[in-house]
């Protein structure tokens, strides 16, 4: 097979490249390791910046979103046992959309098979060659037998465990980490929210967050410690600790019911730079992690995207200015929100080491924030997604 682009990967971030590249008439095919239903079984994110909104349109993939989407205008920050909003349409006239990375998938993925785009699912043993040369090549087996992909490029958009990076020389690789002492364990339930806005819960017993996908679907998480186990938590149990956690009003609105889905999720900060290794580029989870306390790692892989589908099609028109900034134009969103996930996750966590003072300094920071158009405007404006500056 002989495209113009290989994508390694059909989450997010390969899916809505594929269908920019596509909509631009630059050929591609998806190689994914899994099946699709495996993929679609995946719940992760929930928030889409205006910024995700806007590709998606661009892709030709927004009807169902804007059909079934939640318009948030605000969040609310609960502690010391009260809630207060930030007011995102008043602060910074911006807004979100609640829909689930599970239907941004399902959309990319139905509009791909409608266009009778390619992708390889459940391909094994897929390995990367040539990104430093010309004419880079991918090979994958299936049944048994092994292809082969000619491209101009391949995107990696496979991931935090996926073979791109890992194709890198490492003396050609500069990581940052952190990992948090703590997980996310979540819970998905066909309830209705119990809240019509998102609600952050700074507590000493933890972290917890309620969170929606529809009028009759939630999604609550509670921090949990890392040596923790989903089946360890009864759905008795989360809904008990979740409601400690909870001020009072939402505590007694809360409507529990069975958990269709209950995992942990560990948190983690990471960053790979470059992004660019000669006709091979990253994009996506394969180049930077976030903790999901910002609700940015969905969004910062449509901005990779973004930068990627650009520089692509500058490409073709002859123009390389944009494909040899890639990097340096996605590394300074990345950081920003790299920036604001660990702060929102500092602030809104229990750490090991907070004890009675560290709570008492997040509180501190809670009521200044709350209390401050100045500060309250920061986390709006990072939460909404900063301007992509041209
Ligand atoms: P993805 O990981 O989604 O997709 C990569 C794809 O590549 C996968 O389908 C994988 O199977 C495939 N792949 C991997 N190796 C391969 C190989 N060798 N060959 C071929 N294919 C390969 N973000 C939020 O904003 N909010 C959240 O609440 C949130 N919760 C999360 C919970 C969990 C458990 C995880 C892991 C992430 C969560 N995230 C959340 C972040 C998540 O939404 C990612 O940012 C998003 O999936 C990034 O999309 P992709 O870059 O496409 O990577
Ligand atoms: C979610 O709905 O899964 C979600 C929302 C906001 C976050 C993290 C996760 O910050």
Not at 136 to 154: A, L, M, N, S, W
Not at 367 to 372: C, D, I, K, W
Request: glycine share 8%; net charge negative.
């Amino acid at each position: 097979m002989r495209v113009q682009v290989a994508i390694i990967g059909s989450g997010p971030a390969g899916l809505l490249l594929g269908q920019l590249l596509y909509k631009a008439g630059i050929s591609n095919v998806i190689i994914e390791q899994r099946s699709k239903e495996y993929v679609l079984g995946r719940i992760r994110a929930g928030v889409l910046e205006q910024g995700t909104v806007d590709l998606m349109d661009e892709a030709g993939v927004g009807q169902r979103m804007h059909a079934e989407g939640l318009v948030h205008d605000g969040t609310e920050l609960c502690f010391k046992g009260e809630r207060h909003r930030i007011d995102f349409k008043k602060l910074v006239n911006k807004t979100v959309m609640i829909y689930g990375q599970t239907e941004v998938t399902r959309d990319l993925m139905d509009a791909r098979e409608a266009e009778g785009l390619t992708t390889v699912y459940e391909a094994h043993n897929v390995s990367v060659h040539d990104f430093d040369g010309a004419h880079p090549k991918v090979r994958y087996e299936q049944d048994g037998v092994t292809h082969e992909v000619q491209c101009d490029f391949i995107a990696g958009c496979d991931g935090f465990h996926g073979v791109c990076r890992a194709s890198v020389p490492q003396d050609a690789l500069r990581t940052y980490e952190r990992v948090y002492p703590f997980g996310w364990l979540g819970i998905l339930s066909d309830t209705p929210p119990v809240s019509h806005e998102l609600i952050y819960c700074n507590h000493e017993r933890g972290f917890a967050l309620c969170s929606q996908r529809s009028p009759t679907r939630s999604r609550y998480y509670v921090q949990c410690s890392l040596d923790d186990k989903a089946e360890n938590w009864s759905d008795e149990a989360f809904w008990a600790e979740l409601r400690l956690r909870l001020d009072e009003e939402a505590a007694a609105n809360l409507i529990t019911g069975p958990s269709i889905e209950k995992s942990i999720a560990p948190l983690r900060s990471f960053v790979a730079e470059p992004l660019r290794f000669g006709t091979l580029f990253l994009a996506g989870d394969a180049a930077h992690i976030v903790p999901p306390t910002g609700a940015k790692g969905l969004n910062l892989a449509a901005s990779d995207v973004r930068f990627l589908w650009q520089a692509m099609v500058d490409h073709y028109r002859g123009n390389q200015v944009a494909l040899e900034h890639y990097s340096e134009r996605c590394l300074s969103r990345i950081w920003k929100a790299e920036r604001f996930s660990w702060w929102m996750t500092s602030l809104m966590h229990r750490f090991p080491d907070t004890g009675e003072f560290g709570q008492k300094i997040q509180e501190a920071e809670l009521a200044y924030l709350v209390g401050s158009t100045a500060a309250a405007t920061s986390l709006a404006e990072n939460y909404v997604g900063l301007p992509f500056q041209d």
